[in-house]
């Protein structure tokens, strides 16, 4: 697909989305088509990422959940996790104060544990930071997987039932979601893929039930205003039913 041209976003209405989830792909394919490093990838993509987190607030669009980190790329060669985990804590140490005077509350769903001790205290400070933030709520997905967020809420639930804090007959999908990462806040309206790929990788399965989705062969470095911008376009011209007939 033909690059998009750089455009201010227009103003969310009824038609735009609420919560905008973005699974961003293609960072390593855009350093190899230019002879880089990998590593040089995932820096442009942090670069692109920071300009989705601008375009999505500019949007009116309060919600913005982005994949950064899967439960599976710590399955990647040692020497690039390590630069994504770097990038990672370059984050939290320089971009959180911009967060903060753009009105952007940072939350992170996933194992943070896995990133250990130090690199976990940053982000329960980044997250205090940017708490007053009204203007956008920006989640990012670290070591995530949905799987197992889905398997830690039913153990969670069955566990209530052994110790009779919870009757099985009464459960229904909105406590089974209270148990989720995403436990508040609304399902995703929208969910976006870079790169030509056409699948979720285990991102969001419970909440994107009724998501509309949008695939562009983009890769992530080059997505831009633009782009966000004909992927709101398109959630605009869909005809959302939930499974209703249409009248």
Do not use: C
């Not at 989830?21 to 442009?44: E, F, K, Q, T, V």
């Not at 942090?46 to 439960?71: C, D, H, N, V, Y």
């Not at 007959?169 to 790169?195: C, K, N, V, W, Y």
């Not at 009724?210 to 709101?232: I, K, Q, S």
Request: net charge neutral; charged share 25%.
């Amino acid at each position: 697909m033909s690059a998009a041209p750089e455009r201010r976003p227009e103003p969310a209405s009824a038609a735009m989305p609420t919560h905008i989830g973005i699974i961003m792909d293609g960072n390593g394919r855009w350093a190899a088509a230019r002879g880089l490093p990998r590593a040089m990838g995932h820096r442009a993509g942090a670069e692109a990422t920071k300009r989705a987190i601008e375009a999505t607030a500019q949007a009116g669009i309060p919600w913005l959940t982005l994949f950064a980190f899967s439960s599976e790329n710590w399955g990647r060669p040692a020497q690039e996790v390590l630069e994504l985990t770097g990038l990672l804590r370059h984050y939290l140490r320089h971009e959180i104060a911009q967060l903060v005077r753009d009105g952007v509350r940072l939350r992170v769903i996933g194992d943070r544990a896995r990133f250990g001790a130090e690199t976990g205290e940053a982000i329960l400070r980044a997250e205090r930071d940017t708490a007053g933030g009204t203007r956008l709520n920006l989640n990012v997905a670290l070591s995530y997987g949905s799987r197992a967020e889905i398997l830690a809420a039913a153990r969670a639930m069955a566990q209530a039932v052994a110790e009779g804090r919870l009757d099985p007959a009464a459960l229904d999908e909105e406590q089974f979601s209270h148990h989720l990462s995403t436990a508040g806040m609304p399902d995703p309206d929208l969910i976006i893929r870079t790169s030509g790929e056409q699948r979720l990788s285990n991102f969001l399965l419970w909440q994107s039930a009724y998501a509309e989705l949008y695939f562009t062969d983009v890769l992530w470095p080059d997505f831009n205003v633009g782009h966000l911008r004909a992927a709101l376009e398109e959630f605009g011209r869909r005809e959302r039913r939930y499974g209703a007939v249409a009248g």
